[in-house]
């Protein structure tokens, strides 16, 4: 057949090896050992948390620690060490009386490391010292730890954080200094912002004022501007990073993520109902808001609704306010601040999504939505998870308090707990008269509540995984 459509030979290929090819090549492999359990995400952030607490129960122990003769008792630093670490503001001891200067200083880097999160400085060193590479444990404990979704560019990112927290303490140093060199000589007045400044922007609850009653003296108790910085620190120190970045970027609410949605809603909604319950419990209240102006009563109830998302910086003692405004107090300190921020609780994060789930849920919808968004579902089985278990655990510490705690109502051990569990430090006016076997249970309450939720969240996450098969679906009876 003739023409362009007619059949060409095809052309043939022949390969033909090489002898360098052929010869056999030995490639010698490295034997390396299976990664440590002991090593892997969470257990990382239980044992970071005990290094510091041991280091600073160590250090506290010290009699150059204390004022007066021969060693710290062991409790009281234990107990201190772990308030510290652990950023609760618990104690059992005048803090501003019992310690020295350099015990002082102890408590302030204790409190600047567990503020900042033990999880993000090592993760940092470690990869950094890693040449910049990280493992996947370690990338999975920072990933949980500061909220980042990708590995790379992770040191830079966590040196920015860093920088971040210190500017914004340092700004808070600036303004204390100020205002604190009108009531005290200029070195102290520069010591005392220093402290008060990593107190309040880490939630520490620590006060060492040299004024009769604290933060509660007449030259403070009820001061705008000092109050004011105190606040404007707690709310930076408890919203995150990663919501503060967003803000920076978007600069209008309609366009951050879901995520900064829900925090900064709920973090409106509960200080404005935080000021309501106060100002109208205490409203009559002769120990608390009785004798104070108007003015000086809204100064006080916004400061507090603040203050109780794990600060515990306050100007009143919650041992002579009313049972409903404890009660309600109660919920605001077991939610506590952001995730990955230098607060405890359960996250506002975690709370914001079981209400929401909860709301769609009595709405009919089985979805859970926010602002046109949806709520993966993974994600509200999660949150609902570290609720329920946290939950369960404050009751237990409760109970078990209940039993070896006769002298103290219920509701003041439940208080207790959910205080150390929260990292709050709001005291009820029974932590020193708590037994050696009492102070044990809040300090373990002050550790789970540490890493308790973000290391549960870190498992939960490990262990997420595409389901292979699913069971026939049953209902069963509710309500």
């Known amino acids: 057949m003739n023409g362009p459509w007619r059949k060409k030979p095809a052309d043939s290929v022949v390969h033909r090896p090489r002898v360098e090819q052929t010869s056999p090549v030995h490639i010698q492999v490295e034997e390396r050992k299976p990664p440590s359990r002991a090593l892997a995400t969470p257990l990382l952030l239980v044992y970071g948390i005990a290094a510091l607490v041991l280091i600073g129960t160590l250090l506290l122990l010290l009699p150059v620690s204390h004022n007066g003769p021969g060693w710290t008792p062991f409790m009281v630093a234990f107990f201190t060490g772990t308030s510290a ?9 005048d803090s501003s009386s019992y310690w020295s200067p350099v015990g002082h200083l102890i408590t302030m880097v204790l409190i600047f490391v567990g503020g900042l999160g033990l999880t993000t400085m090592a993760s940092f060193l470690l990869i950094m010292f890693g040449g910049g590479r990280a493992t996947i444990a370690q990338g999975m404990v920072a990933k949980e730890s500061i909220g980042v979704s990708q590995f790379g560019g992770l040191a830079i990112l966590l040196g920015r954080i860093i920088m971040v927290y210190v500017a914004i303490q340092a700004v808070g140093f600036v303004l204390l200094t100020v205002r604190f060199s009108f009531l005290l000589p200029l070195g102290e007045a520069v010591w005392q912002a220093a402290f008060h400044s990593v107190s309040a922007f880490n939630n520490g609850g620590f006060v060492i004022l040299p004024f009769e009653g604290g933060l509660a003296s007449q030259e403070l108790g009820k001061d705008i501007w000092t109050l004011g910085i105190f606040a404007a620190l707690i709310v930076l120190g408890g919203i995150s990073f990663w919501v503060m970045a967003d803000l920076g970027r978007a600069r209008r609410f309609h366009r951050v993520s879901l995520n900064t949605k829900l925090v900064l809603s709920a973090f409106a909604l509960l200080t404005v109902a935080g000021t309501l319950v106060f100002f109208s419990g205490e409203y009559t209240n002769p120990q608390t808001l009785g004798p104070m102006s108007i003015k000086d009563k809204t100064v ?5 609704a603040v203050s109780a998302r794990t600060a ?3 100007t009143i003692s919650f041992g002579e306010t009313q049972q409903q405004t404890n009660f309600f107090f109660l919920g605001l300190m077991f939610v506590g601040a952001a995730s990955a921020s230098a607060g405890g609780g ?3 994060n975690t709370f914001m999504v079981v209400f929401l789930a909860v709301l769609s849920s009595l709405r009919g919808r089985s979805r859970t ?3 046109r968004r949806e709520v993966p579902q993974e994600q509200v089985m999660r949150a609902a998870g570290i609720a329920a278990i946290a939950l369960s655990y404050v009751f237990f510490s409760a109970f078990v308090l209940s039993f070896l705690e006769h002298d103290a ?3 003041t051990l439940f208080f207790e707990a959910v205080s ?3 990292t709050v430090g709001f005291g009820s006016g029974v932590t020193e008269t708590l037994s050696v076997p009492g102070q044990l249970i809040i300090i373990v309450t002050m550790f789970v509540g540490d890493i308790g939720p973000l290391t549960l969240a870190t498992a939960l996450i490990t262990r997420t995984g595409r389901e292979q098969y699913r069971y026939v679906p049953e209902r069963v009876t509710l309500g």
């Not at 670490?85 to 001891?93: F, I, K, Q, R």
């Not at 006080?300 to 507090?304: I, K």
């Open 85 to 93: 670490a652990s950023t609760t503001g618990l104690a059992v001891v």
């Open 300 to 304: 006080t109830a916004v400061f507090h």
């Open 312 to 314: 515990s910086l306050q």
């Open 346 to 348: 359960i996250k506002v």
């Open 369 to 371: 939505t926010a602002f």
């Open 409 to 411: 109502s219920f509701i």
């Open 420 to 422: 150390a569990f929260g």
